[in-house]
């Protein structure tokens, strides 16, 4: 699918999709002298702020990176924490009800607790018929998982006979990734001022405007993310249309 640009109310240029890598909570925690899990908590709470923001603002799709495939990796006990604040998001189920955003999950998520499973699954069906932003949260996500995942399913079908290689084209491809039907992601945000994509929507980001940022995601508020879409619009504007 290619990029659905709609307008703001100003009938300013919006992003279709914004992905956004939450990064810079540890240190975050470390300037204040706390243990990493009270940056992790922090970026909860922010978490919640910018999508409820990013849904008045009438953003039609939004990926924030939670927890990836690579984060297991980190201490036990610092994996529990973040796990035990999606069990928190999780177990309030009508969590944007009033704000009428549609919350999906994108991951493998067979590696989580079968009670995650059930939570997430029980978030996407009261929230599915609603019509503001749709929220992707990626959870155990990784880019290269998810573009192996859909060569996989793709293959199984040619070996069964059901499509030909030659019937393989990106429109094809992009329904076996986990954000099938909608649009590509056109900014990308990663606070913290790191500037890697990070294994994160590999495919989907792949003419995205990449805006890096110096405060850490806790200190996210609403004016970082205006500042974010002005970027986006001023480097539409310097490069579209010519
Ligand atoms: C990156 O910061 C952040 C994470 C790996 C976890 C993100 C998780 C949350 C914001 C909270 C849980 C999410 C939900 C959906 C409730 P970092 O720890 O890598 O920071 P650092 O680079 O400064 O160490």
């Given amino acids: 699918m290619g990029n659905q640009k709609g307008m ?13 890598i939450m990064d810079g909570n540890g240190r975050w925690a470390k300037k204040r002298g706390l243990p990493r899990q009270a940056g992790h908590k922090a970026g909860a709470s922010t978490f919640k702020r910018i999508v409820r923001y990013a849904n008045r603002l009438g953003i039609p799709y939004m990926t924030v990176y939670a927890f990836s495939t690579e984060n297991w990796s980190r201490p036990p006990e610092e994996v529990r924490g973040i796990i035990a604040l999606l069990r928190e998001f999780l177990s309030d189920a009508a969590n944007y009800r009033d704000e009428n955003v549609r919350t999906r999950f994108i991951g493998d998520l067979s590696q989580f607790d079968q009670d995650i499973q059930s939570k997430v699954r029980e978030c996407e069906e009261v929230s599915a018929g609603h019509t503001g932003l749709t929220l992707n949260i990626a959870i155990n996500y990784g880019g290269r998982m998810e573009l192996m995942k859909a060569a996989r399913e793709l293959a199984a079908e040619a070996a069964a006979g059901k499509i030909t290689p030659e019937e393989i084209d990106e429109e094809l491809f992009a329904r076996h990734l986990y954000t099938q039907g909608q649009p590509d992601v056109d900014l990308v945000i990663r606070p913290s001022g790191e500037e890697r994509l990070s294994n994160f ?19 996210f508020d609403e004016k970082c993310l205006d500042r974010a879409i002005e970027e986006f619009r001023n480097r539409n504007r310097r490069f579209g249309g010519v």
């Fill in 201 to 219: 929507l590999l495919w989907q980001a792949a003419y995205a405007e990449f805006v890096s940022m110096e405060v850490l995601w806790p200190d």
């Fill in 8 to 20: 703001d109310r100003m009938g300013e240029l919006l992003p279709a999709h914004i992905g956004l």
